[in-house]
């Protein structure tokens, strides 16, 4: 995930962080409250591309203090029963989505209905939002979303069947992957059998 330009106080606003433990590292979840509502703003990953979390989140959002809030610690739970190699659906009225461009409302949607233990291609991500030409945007749209695992950015992978790039590195996409049933042949490349 990659949030360019925001910081601690967006429009003056402070952000807060949780830590959760996860099988792969600690999970970051920043969220504020904006006009009375508790809102996630961003979930960040562990993975070896960004290093520790709560640096990557502090280079971010650089002020934010560590605390907790009782909705931001009903995602959590979702959070740990996913990790446990349950199957859940998230819930989204907890994110704060007023950051999202144009184009991540349109695509992250679609990509929530991607089910576990299944992957779509980025061309395919594409078609199912009627833009069958914009695989290029839904990777950036990937690159750029802020709330992994809600929004399954790690099943969009490559035509070719290679898993392709994942803000918490691709190691970490392979273990998510297979944390959901997912499978690999002997050259890394998933069966066309669990494409969406």
């Given at each position: 995930m990659t949030i360019k330009g925001q910081r601690t106080a967006i429009g003056g606003i402070p952000h807060f962080y949780r830590l959760l433990p996860s099988p792969f590292g600690d999970v970051g979840l920043v969220w504020c409250i904006r006009n009375g509502v508790v809102g996630i703003s961003a979930i960040f990953l562990p993975g070896e591309e960004?290093?520790?979390?709560?640096?990557?989140?502090?280079?971010?959002?650089?002020?934010?203090?560590?605390?907790?809030?009782?909705?931001?610690?009903?995602?959590?739970?979702?959070?740990?029963?996913?990790?446990?190699?349950?199957?859940?659906?998230?819930?989204?009225?907890?994110?704060?989505?007023?950051?999202?461009?144009?184009?991540?409302?349109?695509?992250?949607?679609?990509?929530?209905?991607?089910?576990?233990?299944?992957?779509?291609?980025y061309e395919g991500l594409a078609g199912k939002v009627n833009a069958p030409r914009a695989a290029r945007a839904v990777g950036t749209a990937m690159a750029r979303n802020p709330f992994p695992l809600v929004f399954p950015c790690h099943r969009v992978v490559r035509t070719s069947g290679e898993p392709g790039s994942f803000g918490g590195g691709t190691g970490l996409k392979r273990k998510l992957l297979a944390l959901e049933g997912v499978e690999f042949d002997e050259r890394g490349r998933i069966d066309a059998r669990y494409y969406w």
């Open positions: 960004r290093g520790e979390t709560v640096q990557a989140l502090h280079d971010v959002y650089p002020g934010a203090r560590r605390t907790s809030h009782e909705e931001v610690d009903e995602m959590g739970i979702f959070m740990e029963r996913y990790f446990r190699g349950e199957a859940v659906t998230f819930p989204l009225d907890s994110l704060d989505v007023s950051h999202l461009t144009a184009f991540q409302k349109k695509v992250l949607p679609e990509l929530y209905r991607v089910p576990r233990g299944r992957v779509v291609s």
